[in-house]
C-alpha cells in the first residue's frame, strides 16, 4: 500500500485548471518533494490531499483513505505545517500543542507524553511555557512541526516548513526532520523553493509546473537526465545560439539572456574544444568560456524555465478560513 496514491487528481478555478490530472504514487516512509514555480499547483495539490479542498474530478488516497469518501480518517492520518503561520499568538507553546492533542482526541497521559517527547526534539524544553508572540520566527517554526506531530500522524505535510527562516535555523529544521522520520518511520511531503533543501531531504522529487508533473526521479536522477557540467558561454551575439543544439553532446541548451547561453554536457573537458570549433565554424563569436557542475537548480530552470510567475492558485486567499473548518471538523 502506498502511502499517498493520486489518480487523475484534478482542481479547477473558474475555467483555470490549477491541477491537471495528476498521478502519483508514495511509498511509506518516503520523503517527497514537491517543486514548482509560483502558480504551479503545488499548494492547491497539498490542499485537496488533506482534504482542505475538494477535487473538480479524480481522487486521491492518503494511508489508505479516500479523500472524497473519508475525509475524517484521511486528517486523523496526517499532520500539517502551514506555509502561513498558524499559532494562536496569546496562548503558550504548550497551550497550543494541548489544544491540538485534545482536538484530535489523544487521550491525557499519552498527550502529555507525546508533547514532552516532540518539545525536546525541537529543542522548545526551555520556551513552551512562554507565550508564543515572545517567540523568534524560527522558535513558532519549530512549534508549528512540533504541534504538526502531537497525534502522531502516519504522513506530514510540510509546505514550504522554512520558508523566511536564516540558514542556521534552516539547517536545525532539517536535522528535526531527518530524526522524525528515523524515529517515527514518517512520509513526509515537502514543497520547498530552497533546492538545496529538497536535495538534502528527499528520496524523490516531482517537479511541477501548470498543474502537470514535468520531472519525477531522485535528486541524482534529475541531475543526470539534465547533463554532469553546465558550460556557460557569453557571446558577442546570440542570434545563433540555437546552432548549438544540432551538437549530439549537448543535451540542452539554455538562454540566460541575450548574449550567454548555458549547454548541458557530460564531459566539459572534451566538449569546450568541440564548442570552440563549432562556433568558429559557424560564425559565432565567443567572448568567455565558465564551467560548473549540474544542480538541482539548473535542472529546476531546465524544466520549468526563467520567467518568475505570480501566484495562480486562486485557493490561496480562502487557506486560513478553510484551515479553521477542517480543525472544526476533526
Known sequence: MYAIETIGLTKKFN????????????????????LGPNGAGKTTTLSMLCT???????TAKVNGFDIIKNPGEVRRNIGIVFQDPSLDNRLTGMDNLSIHADLYG???DTARQRINEIVSLVGLEDRIRDLV?????????????ARGLVHTPKVLFLDEPTLGLDPQTRSKVWGYMEEIRRRDKLTIILTTHYMEEAESLCDRIAIIDYGKIVA????AGLTR???????TLKLADASKADEFCKLDFVAC??????KEIALSVRDSVTAIPLLMKFAVENGIEVKSVDTKKVTLNDVFMHYV??????????DAKHMMKQRLKVMRRI
Do not use: C, H, W
Open 106 to 108: 489523544v487521550p491525557e
Open 216 to 219: 519525477l526521479d531522485t535528486p
Open 225 to 231: 537526465k539534465v547533463g554532469s557540467e553546465i558550460i
Open 305 to 314: 524555465g526563467r520567467e518568475i510567475r505570480e501566484e495562480k492558485d486562486n
Open 52 to 58: 482542505i479542498l475538494k477535487p473538480t474530478s479524480g
Open 133 to 145: 508572540r515572545t517567540y523568534s520566527g524560527g522558535m513558532r517554526r519549530r512549534l508549528e512541526i
Open 253 to 258: 541548451v539554455d538562454k540566460a539572456d541575450s
Open 15 to 34: 475555467g483555470l485548471t490549477a491541477v491537471d490530472g495528476l498521478n502519483l504514487q508514495i511509498k511509506k516512509g518516503e520523503v517527497f518533494g514537491l
